[in-house]
């Protein structure tokens, strides 16, 4: 079964053509990227109209190769209104001029799946860390369409942690990937900052304060190190993630760990976690261009979890829960 996945959460406008949920036949993406650098952030009219500019032009290059699909996919939430907008109607348009099956999907879930597009399968139980702009969750996932939501952010998510102490440290939007380069070139000890909720044995996690330790470092120094500072951001994010995910895969007894989401391109994240994890439990984490928003992992989820709707019942919902099955609109 060869599924056509659509994405468009947020900034990426994304198509992919996967078969049997673990081949990629293509991958095409659109990113507004560089006109949210200009504004330090997204702007979410401005996310949705490039939408708009780049969904067909980017269907149409993931169906270059591969011009038959059995179904489509498109991720119906959680996200920005009107840019899932431009995913869903599109979607249902293709769905009923083909008369082809059309999957909704929840992103958060559809995250997980980038871990079964690449080589060796996760087994179940597994504990997943989704890890993103938006989101930090962490999941039990029993099987496939069985997910248990375990705990989250109770403020900012790790992502939006490095986004927004990137912004006080001056560099450029999108901070994770700015921080973690500069952190190459710093001592992670220079600045002594939080790890909020380490100790805690809950599943929850929070990173407001570390932004305020950042934003306080920064009123009280004139000259700040900025490359010690990112080194410590990036390690105070790890320590603690890397430390709640490995006490809940301890806890459930899980067979696999799965990292996804954006932040888990992070290259000392995916180290430490590596190195941190016993060798009972299996560890996955795809590679870094599947952990960014794309649409391979929309396809692959549909697969896995296949529950066609009527078109008619497909509907754009923002603030989807990663428990929420992705049938249920
Ligand atoms: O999953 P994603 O592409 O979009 C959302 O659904 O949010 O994640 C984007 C987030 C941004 O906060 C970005 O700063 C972060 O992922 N990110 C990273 C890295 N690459 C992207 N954070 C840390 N290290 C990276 N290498
Ligand atoms: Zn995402």
Redesign the pocket.
Known sequence: MRILGIET??D?TAAAVVEKGTKILSNALASSIELHQKTGGIIPEVAAREQLKCIIPVIEEALQKTKKVDAIAVTIGP?LIGSLLVGTETAKTLTYTWKKPIVPIN?LQA?LYANWLEGKKPRFPAIGLVI????TDLVLMKTHGKIKWLGGTRDD????C??KT?RVLGLPY????A??KLAEKGNPRTYDLPRPMIKQENHDFSFSGLKTAVINFKRKQKRIKKADMAAGI?QAIVDVVVKKTIRAAQKHKVKSVLLA???A???Q?REQMQTQITNKVNFFVPS?KL???NATYIASCAFFNFKSLPWQKIQANPSLSIEEGTSQT
């Open positions: 959460s947020c990426e996200g992103h995250h993103s702009g938006g989101h998510a790790a992502g939006e490095f986004d990137a999108p901070g994770g990937p921080i973690a990036q989401g954006g932040v391109a992070n290259k994240l870094p952990c960014t928003d």
